[in-house]
């Protein structure tokens, strides 16, 4: 007998836990990053879909910690590890991240999709999670979907083919 999938799903500035047979997906990844932190063995990932990559810069009184690189990751491997995954065994993949529209100016506030990626990778390096698959940059949106049970992630591009990593 077959399990049914339900697919747990993740909006912007938010980040959620699937355990198989469930995959977690997230759509609107233009500069945004997602990030799948898994442990096969135990067949569970959390998922976050990173607006920006620094809280610090924030002016709002009341921060949604989901939507920043340095705080969301650190929320995603606390609610991992609550569900039983075990630190020695995660790793993570990576898609997003894009520059969505061509500026001509040098200024490095508006490469949000770049600095998020650094930022993301950054905070899984902190936390010593190998990163074993991305698919970043460019200036097309992005759809992912990850199946904890194989460790694939389904990647959808806008005006592109899907692929997997």
Do not use: W
């Amino acid at each position: 007998m077959t399990q049914i999938k339900k697919v747990v799903k993740v909006g912007i500035a938010d980040l959620n836990i699937a355990k198989s047979p469930d995959v977690i997906r997230t759509s609107g990844l233009g500069s945004c990053v997602g990030v799948v932190v898994y442990d096969l063995n135990e067949q569970i990932a959390g998922m976050s879909h990173i607006m920006l990559p620094d809280s610090q810069l924030t002016k709002q009184t009341s921060m949604n910690a989901y939507k920043y690189a340095d705080t969301a990751i650190d929320v995603l491997i606390e609610k991992l590890l609550a569900q039983h995954a075990r630190k020695l065994f995660l790793k993570a993949k990576i898609a997003g991240g894009a520059q969505m529209f061509q500026m001509n100016s040098t200024s490095d506030v508006m490469r949000i999709g770049p600095r998020n990626v650094d930022a993301v990778m950054e905070r899984l390096k902190r936390h010593q999670i190998p990163i074993v698959a991305s698919d970043v940059g460019g200036s097309n949106g992005r759809t992912i979907e990850f199946d904890p049970s194989t460790g694939e992630l389904h990647i959808r591009t806008v005006s592109k083919d899907e692929k997997i990593i």
